[in-house]
T-cell receptor, first 109, second 115 residues
Framework: QQPVQSPQAVILREGEDAVINCSSS?????VHWYRQKHGEAPVFLMI?????EQKGHDKISASFNEKKQQSSLYLTASQLSYSGTYFC??????????FGTGTRLKVLA | SAVISQKPSRDICQRGTSLTIQCQVD?????MFWYRQQPGQSLTLIAT?????????ESGFVIDKFPISRPNLTFSTLTVSNMSPEDSSIYLC????????????FGEGSRLTVL
């Protein structure tokens, strides 16, 4: 079942923080996060592993909630380059993922 | 990392025709996939392209409509057959196996418009 992301869209000023949530009906064992700019390929940001370990972007972090049915992506001190649509992806097989509904983020100067 | 090239990048097609999209990866990868992304929507996996054998299709997608080939480790094609306006979408090629994060690398997509 497709993970549901919230919010659907968010507008920030440069330097502000944002949180994007990815909710699943089942416990999450790992979560990938991607960002897609308009007309471009999705780009991998980071992976959050079941023990809370993270690999990837050094200015973006993520966590699980207690029941591990939700992952949150934390964008701190947003930059203009952070604008785009964010997707979480949860594994369904080897390198196979189901992607969330997406969150459109726009950072204004 | 892997760089993925797709062509065509966009095309306008007539109803009832078929179009083949090509995907080339610049390095050998373990897995290749094809996704569909309708405008403003999320990514939906169509199938896994298996080297030298039939592709593995996800629920709702069939070989007759989306035949896929993968003759070697770095190249794959997706054909959208007997197109209808409902097939208007962005089709993305993806590859994995080159990084310990399990990340997917994506091409920039092929935007098809069916009239």
């Amino acid at each position: 079942q497709q993970p549901v992301q919230s919010p659907q869209a968010v507008i920030l000023r440069e330097g502000e923080d944002a949180v994007i949530n990815c909710s699943s009906s089942k416990a999450l064992y790992s979560v990938h996060w991607y960002r897609q700019k308009h007309g471009e390929a999705p780009v991998f940001l980071m992976i959050l592993l079941k023990g809370g370990e993270q690999k990837g972007h050094d200015k973006i972090s993520a966590s699980f909630n207690e029941k591990k049915q939700q992952s949150s992506l934390y964008l701190t001190a947003s930059q203009l380059s952070y604008s785009g649509t964010y997707f979480c992806g949860t594994p369904t097989g080897t390198y196979k993922y189901i992607f969330g509904t997406g969150t459109r983020l726009k950072v204004l100067a | 990392s892997a760089v993925i090239s797709q062509k065509p990048s966009r095309d306008i097609c007539q109803r009832g025709t078929s179009l083949t999209i090509q995907c080339q990866v610049d390095s050998q990868v373990t897995m290749m996939f094809w996704y569909r992304q309708q405008p403003g929507q999320s990514l939906t996996l169509i199938a896994t392209a298996n080297q030298g054998s039939e592709a593995t299709y996800e629920s709702g997608f069939v070989i007759d409509k989306f035949p896929i080939s993968r003759p070697n480790l770095t190249f794959s094609t997706l054909t959208v057959s007997n197109m209808s306006p409902e097939d208007s979408s962005i089709y993305l090629c993806s590859a994995a196996g080159g990084a310990d994060t399990g990340e997917l690398f994506f091409g920039e997509g092929s935007r098809l418009t069916v009239l």
